[in-house]
């Protein structure tokens, strides 16, 4: 009855947003937001700054945010900030050519004629089951994704599991996801000075980076890692002193325990990009954040504690086991992986993988999607998609 409830009052918003349709729509205003206003990150990010910088003065690039006042000196002056679900945020929603985001919304904004609203989506793959519904929650499912013209994909998988499955979604569907540019085209060194600037940390030293996914239990933050352990594989390995970074899901709403001086928390670091660009190794265990680092080629590995509650929580599209990365269940394996790390043999596995995923990255995607709102915006509609 609940849903149904929500699926009726949202079905009533969208048509009363109407309203605004009395405006016209504005041919180079564009509208961005990411996780629904709590970020500038992610591909819309990407997306806004290369319009700006090969672009300059020819859109009128407006950002949504929960609370814009935080965010004034995070982002270029000469973007438009408006309050996440404001009027004026309708407002400019519903005048924009272009709306572009990263996930799903609430679906009350139904998209007009003459509008073209891009999902970049916040995943380049597809490795964990997005949620199985019927019934109205399968009706909300796919109110929250109604409106796309574009979906962007970074793999074979993940158009058919999540893009085609899941959201429902049977349009066009662009190759690539700008955020992964960054890590393809190795665009490091500003962001290594600022990331060690922020985390205070030395510049002789190596990061791993921690990045456990959120579990169903939204107060849980142990997944049973030790630190010590971690830091002393690595440099018994790799050589060198290492600094472990902890990066919690945004999901999470208690902050990590940090028991040493050389565990630095990364939770509230604006972009994760930036901290996969910079990172030397990677320890994860479900979040997606492995596709995108493994283009690094550096050593990635999954630490899974806990993998058959979290597959009965949440399941997965792809077992574990075929992603390609070293698994650990218990934390003394995971330093027994780290040890005996192979360069060579990770290297392949990736390349398989990759090849297995149906990858689409190219290191173009930023370029290819910018030309396409450059002529959505001109009222052109040349692009190829798949």
């Excluded at 109407?18 to 709590?38: A, E, T, V």
């Excluded at 996440?84 to 998209?111: C, D, H, P, W």
């Excluded at 019927?134 to 994704?145: F, M, N, P, S």
């Excluded at 970074?245 to 670091?269: G, M, S, W």
Aim: aromatic share 14%.
């Amino acid at each position: 009855m609940v849903n149904w409830i929500k699926y009726i009052l949202l079905l009533f918003l969208s048509k009363a947003l109407n309203i605004f349709n009395i405006f016209p729509i504005k041919n180079n205003r564009l509208m961005f937001y990411s996780y629904n206003g709590k970020q500038y990150s992610c591909n819309p990010r990407q997306i806004s700054e290369y319009l700006e910088l090969n672009f300059p003065g020819q859109f009128e690039i407006i950002w949504a945010f929960k609370k814009p006042k935080n965010m004034i000196d995070k982002i270029p002056d000469c973007y438009r900030v408006v309050r996440f679900r404001s009027i004026l945020y309708y407002y400019y929603a519903k005048t924009s050519r272009v709306i572009v985001q990263n996930v799903q919304g609430y679906g009350e904004l139904q998209r007009r004629n003459g509008q073209d609203v891009i999902q970049t989506w916040h995943a380049s793959n597809g490795y964990k089951q997005q949620g199985k519904c019927d019934g109205v929650e399968r009706k909300l499912e796919l109110l929250y994704h109604r409106d796309y013209t574009y979906v962007l994909s970074g793999s074979k998988s993940m158009m058919e599991r999540r893009v085609r499955g899941t959201m429902g979604f049977s349009g066009k569907v662009l190759p690539g996801t700008p955020r992964m540019d960054l890590i393809i085209n190795k665009h490091q060194t500003d962001y290594k000075k600022r990331v060690y600037s922020f985390l205070e940390i030395e510049s002789d030293k190596k990061i791993v980076l921690y990045a456990p996914t959120w579990r169903k239990d939204r107060n849980d933050n142990d997944y049973g890692m030790d630190y010590s352990l971690v830091k002393l594989a690595f440099e018994k390995r790799f050589g060198g002193e290492w600094v472990v970074v902890v990066r919690l899901h945004p999901n999470v709403y208690l902050p990590p325990n940090i028991p040493e001086p050389y565990v630095k928390d990364a939770t509230k670091y604006p972009d994760m990009q930036e901290l996969l660009c910079v990172a030397d190794a990677l320890i994860s265990d479900y979040s997606s954040c492995v596709w995108d680092f493994s283009f690094t080629y550096k050593p990635c590995f999954l630490f899974c504690k806990d993998m058959e509650k979290y597959g009965r929580d949440r399941d997965f599209d792809i077992p574990v086991r075929e992603w390609r990365f070293p698994v650990a269940v218990d934390i003394y394996s995971l330093g027994e992986l780290i040890k005996s790390f192979d360069e060579s043999k990770y290297k392949s596995d990736i390349e398989l993988h990759h090849r297995e995923m149906g990858n689409f990255e190219d290191g173009r995607a930023t370029q290819r999607v910018c030309s396409l709102i450059k002529d959505l915006c001109s009222n052109k509609n040349l692009y190829e998609v798949i």
